[in-house]
Structures are given as C-alpha cells and as structure tokens.
DNA sequence: CTAGCATGATCAC
DNA sequence: TGATCCTGCTAGC
C-alpha cells in the first residue's frame, strides 16, 4: 500500500478540495451504494489519517473511513482548484511516484464517466474523486470511528511525536515479537508498512530478529525518530526515499530508481554501506529485505 | 490470454 | 500458517 506517508497526503488533499462542499457521493460499481446514499447529500467537514486509515468527517455525524489496502487509489480531476490533486495510492512499479496532470486547466465540464472498477466516486461543483480497490470503505457513526483509532498505536506524522515515542517505547520494547514484523503491527505503531520497516531497521542498524523487548531503549527512542523524519520526507516528496543523498548515485544504476532505498527490492545486490548482498526472507507472510552485514545478528529469537 | 505480483489486513484453524 | 479479499499492470506463453 500506500503506507503512511500517502494516507496523510490523501487527506490534505481531499481537505484541500472538498472541505467545506456539499458533495455528491456515488457508487458506480455499486458495492458501496448503500454507504454512498448515507453521505450523499452531505457537507466534507474534514478529512484526516490516522497511519493508513483515512477518515473523512460529513455532516449528519457520519464518518466516511477508507483503508487502500494493497492496492486502492484516489484519482482526481476538475477545474483550477484541482490544479496539482494527484492520484494517490497503489503504485504500479517499484517507487513510482504520484501522477497529476499537469496540462492548463481545461473547462471543467463535469466528471468523466467512469472507467473500471470505481467504488466510490465523489463530485462538487469543482471536480470529483473516483476511489478504487480499497479494502475498506464504510460510514462509521462516530463512537464507531473513534473505536478504529482506539486500536492503533501511535502515528509517526501525528502531531504530537512525544507522546507518541512514549506510546512507541512502551508498546515495542514490551512485545516479545521480533522487531521486524512489530513494525507491521498498526496497533504498535501505525502508518508503518513493508519499505519503511525494511529502511527504518536498516538505518537503525537493528537485526530484524530482535525481539521488541531486547532493543536497547535509547535504540527504540532514536527509531522512533528515524521513523517520524523519514515519513515526514515522504508526505513532502510523495514518494519514499530512504536513502542519504551521499548514498545515492551508483553507475550501475543511473536512471531512477537511483538507490531510492538501501533493502527494498534491492535482494542480492551489495549492499551500499558494505557490499554484502542484501537478504530477502518470507516473515509472516511479507517479504522482509535486510543487509546481513550492516543488521549482523545481536540478540535474536533462538 | 493467463498467471503472478504489489507499499495490506483479517479470519479460520 | 494458510486462505481470502480488493484491482490493475506486466511478464510470459
């Protein structure tokens, strides 16, 4: 998916164009009609993200909650005030950024019809969103909403990171969990997915199989940290670059992805710190990827 | 044309 | 741990 970084740019961008507008909410594939004529009708108050969970607030106290899963997206499309609103979500090849169509602002006549598979579509006098493939799109009341919330951890783009490094500290570094597939758990941290527990663990120099609760606190705190500046990169760039910029150009590797990332994807290829090939191992059914010789095991699982 | 794959998560066993 | 769901792109016949 789109991990964290996406689902807040997403909700930006939906605040950007529909808050504040009566919206016209349909299902053109019609396995969200009934959801769909709850909020039809309704006033976009706010849209917000907590990790990859996506909460858009409507009048009538309804809440409208969207998860992309692996691969659901946004498009969207209308006159000037959509001027920049990329499509946001499941990514088609390896570190593909957002697209937007960048030509003059034609008249805006109206949404397309639509093509595919579009579950929800969203219309205001300016333009239209269409979502497709999310493995969740519900109306929640809001005790309903605010139970979802209630089950995550804390969230790196939050805005409070102390509390949530607090929340951090004290979830990770009490599970017995290796810390590679704690990472995955949105109900110890959320927004995480696989590319930033790949990165984060990698420049964190951590064994992915460290339990939680055997990572040295001071590592946890300064984890928690990484995390929150990478995924703050990634809301400012729309795309995920872990890598630091002295790390970056490779001869073998000229066009993009120019070493975007020092594990994802990068399986048998040396590493860029110490040319050990880098690993790829199946843990609770994702593929991890990490350096053997800069994450060498310290203490890990028996 | 089909199978396989992907930044995800849940449920049954 | 394995099966399942959601969609669209791509590699390979």
Known sequence: MPEGHSVHRLARQLDDVFAGQVLQVSSPQGRFAAGAALLDGHELLEATAHGKQLFARFSGERILRVHLGLYGAFGFGGDQTFRGASSIGAPRRIGEKEAYDDEA???YDGP?????QVRMRLVS???WADLRGPSVCEVLTIPEAEAVRWRLGPDPLGADTAAGEEEFV???GATGTVIAAALMNQSLIAGVGNIYRAEALFRAGLDPWMRG???PVPALRALWADICAMMADGVRDGRIITTRVRDRSDPEAPVWPDHAYYTYQRQGRPCLICGTPIGL???AARKLYWCPGCQAPTRRVP
């Open 105 to 107: 602002p034609a008249a």
């Open 112 to 116: 397309p019809a639509p093509v595919g």
């Open 125 to 127: 006098a300016h333009g």
């Open 170 to 172: 004290g979830r990770i």
């Open 213 to 215: 609760r055997d990572v």
């Open 281 to 283: 191992a199946e843990l």
